[in-house]
Every structure is written in C-alpha cells, then in structure tokens.
C-alpha cells in the first residue's frame, strides 16, 4: 500500500526518491523557489531538456532526467496561480498532483519527492493547498500503484505543520 510522509527540509537531497517534482512556472525554464532550487542543483543540462518542452499549462505536468540531483527524473508540474479560488484553482492543482504521479508510475519510479506546489509565490492559502496536495496524491497513489510513496518535502516548518494537519484530517 503506498504512503506519504512529510520531510522538513531541502527536496534536491533527497537521495532515496526515484523522482522529484518541480514546482514549475509555464515556461519551464526556471524561476525561483523551489523551481530555482532544482534548476540549480540539476545544472545547466536540466534547462537544455526543458527548452525542449515547449513549456506546460497549469494543471499539467511534463518529465525530464535529473541532471546532477540524487534521482533519475524532474517533473515538471505547473500550479495555478492563487486568484481567489473562483477560477479552478482547487482543480488545477489536485490535477499537478495527479498527473505528476501518473508520469512518476509511467518511468517507474516508485517513490517521488514532492513540493508544496503554489503555496509560495503563486500565493495559494497554505492550509487549502496541503489539504488538496494530500487528497489529490491519495487519490492518484490508489490509481497508480506503482508509485510506492510520496514524500513531501516541505522547506519551513509552517509549511510542515499544514500539511501534517492536512495529513492527519
């Protein structure tokens, strides 16, 4: 039965995921946050794979090797910016989730590090983010079985502490 559990720390160094997922912007190319965090950590080859992408919609996610970092792949899933919520914000990023553990089963990985995708510069409410980061990567790890667990990592500890309130709900 797959799982999640929660780490408070750095994502680029975890070393025991198959995959990493990148809180990534529409361009692909990098940013900051976590997205330049990963970007830097992989090295410049990461950028060569992604400019190949073509980019990706919010809601979506697209799959690259991993450069430098610890892992064989980066995913790249784009969030929704926060707009209030009246713009299928929940649905966007239930669907990064999703789709992020779907291409995660489909390369064979069976344990995927994962962000607090859209809780930081896009603005999205931290407690509505984790609780549909939870219920989202519940819901895909029942219909990817392949995908053994999911470990968020979370960078602060109020981001921690949000989603193990979400965890425990």
């Known amino acids: 039965m797959a799982r999640i559990t929660l780490h408070l720390g750095d994502i680029t160094t975890d070393s025991d995921a198959d995959a990493i997922v990148n809180a990534a912007n529409t361009s692909l190319l990098g940013g900051g946050g976590v997205d330049g965090a990963i970007h830097r950590a992989a090295g410049p080859g990461l950028l060569v794979q992604c400019r190949e992408l073509g980019g990706c919609e919010p809601g979506d996610a697209k799959i690259t090797g991993a450069g430098r970092l610890p892992m064989r792949h980066v995913i790249h899933a784009v969030g929704p910016i926060w707009r209030g919520g009246g713009e299928h914000e929940p649905e966007l990023l239930a669907s990064c989730y999703h789709r992020a553990i779907q291409l995660a089963e489909q390369h064979d990985c069976a344990s995927v ?18 609780t549909v980061a939870i219920s989202a990567t519940n819901a895909a790890l029942e219909q990817h079985p392949g995908v053994e667990e999911a470990r968020f990592w979370l960078f602060a500890r109020p981001a921690f502490d949000a989603f193990e309130r979400a965890l425990g709900d």
Do not use: E, R
């Open 113 to 130: 590090a994962l962000p607090a995708i859209s809780a930081g510069v896009y603005g999205y409410p931290l407690a509505q983010a984790a």
